[in-house]
Structure formats: structure tokens, C-alpha cells
């Protein structure tokens, strides 16, 4: 079946870097644009960032931009989201989202999501 | 970037009862070449990702019982439970995917009154 599966959370501190994975099975991946949304504590969802499936275009959120650095590896059917210079307000549950339409930039509405990985930055 | 609105924040609604939630788009998301509309609605409960239930607008995701339903277009949208169920409690959020950098409302919690 269709699934995404997150890694790489966890507690780091201020100022430091992180790497999240989200491994893709159960369709083809390197035909979809994918994205990642987090969500804060007690906060609604964010949208994070998007790549486009052939990893030529990238757009961020402007609380992430120049932090955080989308990518993919379409021969290892797994997306990346590369977090650095990371803030206390960094601190989320971070999805990997799957469109619906397969469409190189990723548009669509978003039918699957990962479980989420917790990504908490200590102060 | 587009903002989008939701109201009320919070809903109490009585089991059985029709529960409405709307939002508003700071622009429209309706894309006249193909007269559609680039919103969807997302259930989320605590522990658990987001659920996608409506696309464009007003087409039921599969799966999604059919007391849950969308409407509007432009930049006026609801989503509307007919019946509410107890499984139904959760905070709602739409979306636009009308521009390359996605937006949510801030969200509606719905409650069983």
C-alpha cells in the first residue's frame, strides 16, 4: 500500500542541525513533487516546503528559507529535509505529504501523510 | 502568499446535529481554465496525521462518509458534517493549493456540546 514513512527526530540543541528522511513506497515516487508540513505544539499546520519531482525546483516557507534545504533521492525512493541554524520555534511534529495529482511540482491537494517525526530544539 | 481564514475557531455541536465551518481565502483559488477550485479539507486528530477529505472544494475524498461535504467557490468555501458523529470530533483545516507555497487556515476545533 501507499505509505511514507518519517526518521530523524529527535531533541537537538539551538543552533544545531538535524537530517529528516521520509522513505516512499507503494507508488512512484519520482513522479510526484513532494512536501513537508509541521506542526508546533498546540499550533495548526504549516506548510514547510516543496520539491519538485525531478528535484529542479525548490520553494520554502519564509520561517524556514535559507535554513532548511529540501532534496530527494528518486533511485532510493526517499525524501530529505536538511535542518540547520534550528530555533526553539523549529520544535514540531514534521510530516512528509503526498499529493494527489501526479504532477511534476507537486500540486494537489495532499492525500497521504506520513505517522510524523518529533523534532524538539532545546534553548 | 494567500491567507486563509476559518470560523469559528472552536464549535460545540450536538450529536446528530449539522456542524458548519468556514474559511476565506485572502484571493481567489478558483482557476478559470479548468473552473476549479484549489481547496481542500483536512480532518486532524491528536497522535494522528491529517486526514484529506475534501478536494477541490466539494469532491469527497474515498472512503469519507457522505455526511461530510463541501461547498463554495472564489474565495468562500465550507465544509459541512450533516449529522454529527462522535468519531467526528477533531480540529478542521482547509487548504489552498493554488499557489506553488501552500497555505492552512489556523484551524476549527469541533466539540460534541
Known amino acids: 500500500q501507499v505509505q511514507l514513512v518519517e526518521s530523524g527526530g529527535g531533541v537537538v540543541q539551538a543552533g544545531r542541525s538535524l537530517r529528516l528522511s521520509c522513505a516512499a513506497s507503494?507508488?512512484?515516487?519520482?513522479?510526484?513533487?513532494m512536501h513537508w508540513v509541521r506542526q508546533a505544539p498546540g499550533k495548526g499546520l504549516e506548510w514547510v516546503a516543496v520539491?519538485?519531482?525531478?528535484?529542479?525546483?525548490?520553494y520554502y516557507a519564509d520561517s524556514v528559507k535559507g535554513r532548511f534545504t529540501i532534496s530527494r533521492d528518486n533511485s532510493k525512493n526517499t525524501l530529505y529535509l536538511q535542518m540547520n541554524s534550528l530555533r526553539a520555534e523549529d520544535t514540531a511534529v514534521y510530516y512528509c505529504?503526498?499529493?494527489?495529482?501526479?504532477?511534476?511540482?507537486?500540486?494537489?491537494?495532499?492525500?497521504?501523510w506520513g505517522q510524523g517525526t518529533v523534532v524538539t530544539v532545546s534553548s | 502568499d494567500i491567507v486563509m481564514t476559518q470560523s469559528p475557531d472552536s464549535l460545540a455541536v450536538s450529536l446528530g446535529e449539522r456542524a458548519t465551518i468556514n474559511c476565506k481565502s485572502s484571493?481567489?483559488?478558483?482557476?478559470?481554465?479548468?473552473?476549479?477550485?484549489?481547496l481542500g479539507w483536512y480532518q486532524k486528530k491528536p497522535g494522528q496525521p491529517p486526514k484529506l477529505l475534501i478536494h477541490?472544494?466539494?469532491t469527497r475524498e474515498s472512503g469519507v462518509p457522505d455526511r461530510f461535504s463541501g461547498s463554495g467557490s472564489g474565495t468562500d468555501f465550507t465544509l459541512t458534517i450533516s449529522s454529527l458523529q462522535a468519531e467526528d470530533v477533531a480540529v478542521y483545516y482547509c487548504?489552498?493549493?493554488?499557489?506553488?507555497?501552500?497555505?492552512f487556515g489556523q484551524g476549527t476545533k469541533l466539540e460534541i456540546k
Open positions: 507503494g507508488f512512484t515516487f519520482s513522479n510526484y513533487g
Open positions: 520539491i519538485w519531482s525531478d528535484g529542479s525546483n525548490k
Open positions: 477541490w472544494a466539494s
Open positions: 484571493q481567489s483559488v478558483l482557476y478559470s481554465p479548468n473552473n476549479k477550485n484549489y
Open positions: 487548504q489552498q493549493y493554488y499557489t506553488t507555497r501552500r497555505t
Open positions: 505529504a503526498k499529493p494527489w495529482d501526479a504532477d511534476s511540482s507537486g500540486s494537489g491537494a495532499f492525500d497521504i
